[in-house]
């Protein structure tokens, strides 16, 4: 049963709309972005990036970096331009195109690289603190000012947004003093770094580094505060990459130019040494760290307001979902956050959270150019972007960032995307209802319409599988029927449960409440197929219909699953539909239950032989199948062949269990001699302890309906019987030797 996100009939998801006095793009995405990426990295490791790898690798990092962050610009600038992006930025996105599942599955782990960016932050900021003020203590400075930063966050976002402007204008005058500042020491530019013994390696460079570039989600993660998503986003972010990229590649130059590797390497403050103010750096390194702490803590919460309100996050804590005020402020979410971050302050350090951070953003990234990607692919009539970006790009964004993962830290990597699908799998048990579409159906028809124009009409007994069509009526009368299909498929054949209603119940609601409670009904008892209803002036006919019609291209049901009927008053137009069906070339199953013991306790099946062609093959098939299904695990088959005398009694018995070997189906041959009993006799003695039997039936000609009266003379008082009628045009002997030729036997 699945968990609807509304207790009433769909509506339009429940959205806050932005005021008129929104956040535009400079203030709301521009501003918040660019201050994350100038942020604790430039100011306190990019000088231990350069002397590490050098002026040429800088370079290379910045550039990689950049890239795989200007194409995940683009699919998230394809994505705002499509859809109205609400609160929660990434996740919105993701949850909207993708499914609840996989927005889940990221928004999770997106929401904790958010709440460890603010510890990020807050420690670079306490790192520097102590730096110039060794007499203070580390910790307590970095919780204080974590502490303070959600303060602001908590007194109103505009507030905070206001404050960055301040802070930006700090950050501008630490840049100006850097470039008109001077070397500390000679030194020639070092193009690949430090020695060996003193650098550390490219790809852990590259992960410390990567946190600076990641500010594209300061701007998305205040979708919601935004007066126009869909324009500020894109434009906002686009901006913000490019000055961040210009600014990154020119002070690497700086760097290499006026201090040597060693140097760059051991004094995380080198900025301030090398400037004409050095002040300014100070300005400049807290007034960074707090802006990207302060985006960090308006960001997070927001997402963990959306993920609460679209019941993603355990019951428990749907009151996360709350907003306060006009502009829907998450003041409990914020609480919450700061618990998070301030446990990671305690116990993390600069070094250790950013390249955790790495992955998180990387996998996030990768998931969203995906996003965008497919919904190119698809090119469905719901996905009309204003800024179009080709599928290349953005599949080309999600391959760079899966392999710059595995290029950093493989085992983190693996670690990180199990935990993504045990989130995705955690979810999807507890079958979260959206009130929206997504694209997953357009996925799956992608796949369906080239699976579908791939299979040739004619049947390869390789791959052959009964795709049986149930007319079970009301299912919970005929409860055996889908059970007994079920047991055949496996949850792999196709499996479809219908039922024809006379014109006289026939209203369209009608017909969609029977659907439905027939897919609620298999649900329930975790039966996977598909169903259809239809009308007719009486069911015999609407029988035929269906079978003649139902299908798409070559995927058509080839095993047909009924009840029998003992009405004599209806016989003749139930035997016109089986003539129909065998017409048809599909199989026929006729299931005759004896209705006090149903199918007993399903520890043996009587085959009764015939030779491989027709039925027997296709019984011998079945009996397989069913033997192999959960249900009849631990039971036995028996393959019964009935001769005339003790003489040829021996020959048929090695013969037949030679054939058992070579099918390979577990079946035990039981040859009987008849001593004059008729087979009807033989038949009730040797099967009235069985649980089920499977028997043969002629093929339907003009006596068909004399020859089924007596066929239902003949099953009285014997177990639960299935009459098998083949009807396909197949070689079953060649579905169970799985061979060219075979030998029949």
Same mark, same amino acid.
């Given at each position: 049963m699945k968990i609807p996100f509304i207790n009433s009939a769909p509506k339009a998801e429940k959205v806050i709309e932005s005021s008129k006095d929104g956040l535009g793009t400079f203030g709301g995405v521009f501003t918040p972005s660019i201050l994350t990426i100038l942020?604790?990295?430039? %100011?306190? +490791?990019?000088?231990?990036v350069v002397g590490n790898v050098g002026l040429i690798g800088t370079l290379i990092i910045v550039t990689l970096s950049t890239a =795989? *962050?200007?194409?995940?610009?683009? @699919?998230?600038?394809?994505?705002?331009?499509?859809?109205?992006?609400r609160g929660g930025g990434a996740y919105y996105m993701i949850s909207r195109s993708l499914g609840i599942e996989s927005g889940g599955a990221i928004g999770i782990p997106l929401y904790i690289a958010q709440a460890l960016s603010v510890a990020l932050y807050t420690v670079g900021f306490a790192e520097s603190? #102590?730096?110039?003020?060794?007499?203070?203590?580390?910790?307590?400075? &970095?919780?204080?000012?974590?502490?303070?930063? *959600? #303060?602001?966050?908590?007194?109103?976002?505009?507030?905070?947004i206001r404050a960055q402007y301040f802070i930006m204008f700090g950050i501008a005058i630490s840049l100006l003093s850097l470039i008109f500042g001077k070397p500390i020491e000679p030194t020639e530019i070092e193009l690949w770094g430090a020695s060996? +013994?003193?650098?550390?390696?490219?790809? #852990?460079?590259?992960?410390?580094?990567? !946190?600076?570039?990641? &500010?594209?989600?300061?701007?998305?993660n205040m979708s919601g505060d935004l007066k126009d998503p869909g324009k500020s986003i894109p434009f906002g972010t686009f901006a913000a990459v490019g000055v961040g990229y210009l600014i990154y590649m020119g002070l690497p130059i700086i760097l290499a130019n006026r201090a040597d590797a060693i140097t760059l390497?051991?004094?995380?403050?080198?900025?301030?040494? =090398?400037? %004409?103010?050095?002040?300014?750096?100070?300005? &400049?390194?807290? &007034?960074? *760290?707090?802006? @990207?702490?302060?985006?960090?803590?308006?960001?997070? !919460?927001? #997402?963990?307001?959306?993920?609460? +309100?679209?019941?993603?996050? /355990?019951?428990?804590?749907?009151?996360?979902?709350?907003?306060?005020?006009d502009d829907d402020a998450p003041r409990m979410g914020t609480i919450v956050t700061l618990v998070f971050a301030l446990a990671a302050v305690y116990f993390g350090d600069l070094d250790l959270i950013a390249p955790v951070l790495t992955m998180f953003f990387l996998t996030t990234y990768g998931v969203l150019n995906?996003?965008?990607?497919?919904?190119?692919?698809?090119?469905?009539?719901?996905?009309? /972007?204003?800024?179009?970006?080709?599928?290349?790009?953005?599949?080309?964004?999600?391959?760079?960032?899966?392999?710059v993962m595995f290029l950093i830290n493989a085992t983190a990597t693996i670690i990180a995307f199990i935990f993504v699908l045990v989130i995705y799998f955690w979810l999807e048990r507890r079958e979260l209802e959206s009130t929206w579409g997504d694209v997953r159906r357009g996925i799956w028809m992608a796949i369906t319409r080239a699976g579908l124009l791939r299979i040739r009409t004619e049947e390869d007994p390789?791959?052959? +599988?009964?795709? /049986?069509?149930?007319?079970s009526g009301a299912p919970t009368k005929r409860w055996h029927l889908i059970d007994l299909a079920s047991s055949f498929t496996h949850n792999r054949g196709l499996l479809t449960v219908s039922t024809v209603i006379t014109n006289n119940q026939f209203s369209v609601d009608h017909q969609n409440k029977i659907e439905d409670n027939i897919r609620e009904f298999l649900s329930k008892r975790g039966i996977q197929g598909l169903v259809k209803v239809i009308t007719a002036e009486d069911p015999f006919g609407g029988g035929e219909r269906l079978v003649e019609a139902y299908g798409l291209g070559a995927l058509v049901p080839n095993t047909i699953i009924l009840g029998d009927s003992e009405n004599e008053e209806i016989r003749k137009d139930y035997c016109r539909m089986i003539t129909t069906f065998h017409r048809l070339q599909r199989n026929v199953l006729i299931v005759h239950d004896d209705k006090q013991r149903g199918f007993g306790k399903k520890k043996r099946i009587d085959i009764w032989w015939g030779g491989l062609k027709g039925n027997g093959g296709l019984m011998m098939i079945l009996g397989y199948l069913l033997q192999s299904s959960r249900s009849w695990y631990d039971s036995e088959v028996y393959l019964k062949m009935v001769v005339s005398s003790e003489k040829g009694a021996e020959d048929a018995q090695k013969n037949l269990t030679e054939i058992s070997q070579k099918l390979r189906t577990g079946a035990k041959a039981q040859v009987i001699v008849s001593n004059g009993?008729?087979?009807?006799?033989?038949?009730?003695?040797?099967?009235?302890?069985?649980?089920l039997i499977f028997m043969g039936m002629a093929k339907p000609d003009k006596n068909f309906l004399t020859y089924y009266g007596n066929i239902q003379e003949r099953l009285k008082g014997l177990p639960t019987t299935i009459l098998v009628l083949a009807g396909e045009e197949i070689s079953y002997g060649e579905v169970l030797y799985q061979q060219d030729e075979f030998q029949e036997d």
């Open positions: 942020g604790v990295i430039m %100011y306190l +490791r990019f000088g231990w =795989i *962050t200007f194409l995940t610009a683009l @699919s998230i600038a394809s994505i705002a331009t499509d859809q109205r992006v603190v #102590v730096q110039v003020f060794p007499i203070l203590n580390f910790k307590l400075v &970095g919780i204080i000012t974590t502490i303070l930063v *959600t #303060v602001l966050a908590l007194v109103s976002a505009k507030t905070a060996d +013994r003193n650098s550390e390696p490219f790809w #852990v460079v590259f992960a410390v580094f990567f !946190p600076a570039v990641t &500010g594209i989600m300061a701007g998305v390497i051991e004094n995380p403050l080198i900025m301030r040494q =090398i400037s %004409y103010w050095g002040d300014a750096i100070l300005i &400049g390194v807290w &007034g960074a *760290t707090l802006s @990207s702490a302060l985006g960090s803590i308006l960001g997070a !919460p927001r #997402v963990l307001q959306a993920l609460a +309100r679209d019941r993603v996050l /355990p019951k428990w804590m749907n009151f996360l979902g709350q907003g306060s005020g995906i996003t965008a990607g497919i919904e190119r692919i698809l090119g469905s009539p719901s996905f009309r /972007p204003k800024f179009k970006v080709h599928w290349i790009f953005s599949i080309a964004g999600a391959i760079g960032c899966i392999a390789k791959t052959w +599988r009964p795709n /049986p069509l149930v007319l009993r008729t087979f009807d006799e033989i038949l009730h003695e040797s099967s009235k302890e069985t649980d």
